[in-house]
Each structure stands twice: as C-alpha cells, then as structure tokens.
Nanobody, 131 residues
Framework: QVQLVESGGGLVQAGGSLRLSCRASGRTFSPYSMGWFRQAPGKEREFVAAIWSGVVTYYGDSVKGRFTISRDNAKNTVFLQMNDLKPEDTAVYYC?????????????????????????WGQGTQVTVSS
C-alpha cells in the first residue's frame, strides 16, 4: 500500500506563502497522477490542484494563479506552492494519488478534479490563514 504524508502546513498571515509537501512510501508513485484537495469545517471536499506530468497541471478556480503544483518523481514527492494566501484558503489540505491505470494522454479536468478517482490519501495538514 502507498502511504502519503503531508507536511508544511501552519499559520500564516493573509498575503503570505506556504509550501506543502507530500512524501510517498511503500512504493513509488511515478506512474500516478497526483492531486491536492482541501476541506474546511462545514464544507465539502474541494479540488485544489493536480498534475499528470511536469507540464500538464490542473487548478481549481479559487486557487488558479496563486497556487502551483509540482512533483519530483525521483524523490516520490509532490509539492503545492501557495502564494498570496487568503483567509478563505483555511482548510485541511490532503494529498492524493490516483491508483487506476496510468493515463496515456492528458486527462480532462473533470476526471482529475474528482475525489473518486484517487485511491490513496494522506492524513492532511492544517493551513490557517489569518486576516
């Protein structure tokens, strides 16, 4: 089984930046699409970002232009660089890995943004943005 562990969360002032990391163990996730989701109290899980390759990335409308997803397959790690953070970004952030057959071409946004497409999940890291 693949285990995902997030780190890098914390308390930051509005306008600040954080860099989240997700390290995988158990096996490499090089063939997998990776994603970031978040969930705030009283709200449903929300898609944040995903990556299929070093070039093809996907972002939720609320974070586009502020967040950047990247990965280092050699280190089995995916990152989420978060800039210009807003109080609305406050949530628990979860790393996810897709466990279905790898895509042979860039998948659609609808597929990559669906939590049901991901079989492996981390425990989450809290991000709190103060006003």
């Amino acid at each position: 089984q693949v285990q995902l562990v997030e780190s890098g969360g914390g308390l930051v002032q509005a306008g600040g930046s954080l860099r989240l990391s997700c390290r995988a163990s158990g096996r490499t996730f090089s063939p997998y699409s990776m994603g970031w989701f978040r969930q705030a109290p009283g709200k449903e899980r929300e898609f944040v970002a995903a990556i299929w390759s070093g070039v093809v990335t996907y972002y939720g409308d609320s974070v586009k232009g502020r967040f950047t997803i990247s990965r280092d397959n050699a280190k089995n790690t995916v990152f989420l660089q978060m800039n210009d953070l807003k109080p609305e970004d406050t949530a628990v952030y979860y790393c996810a890995a897709r466990n279905r057959n790898p895509f042979t071409s860039a998948p659609t946004m609808g597929v990559m943004s669906s939590p049901d497409e991901y079989g492996y999940w981390g425990q989450g890291t809290q991000v709190t943005v103060s006003s």
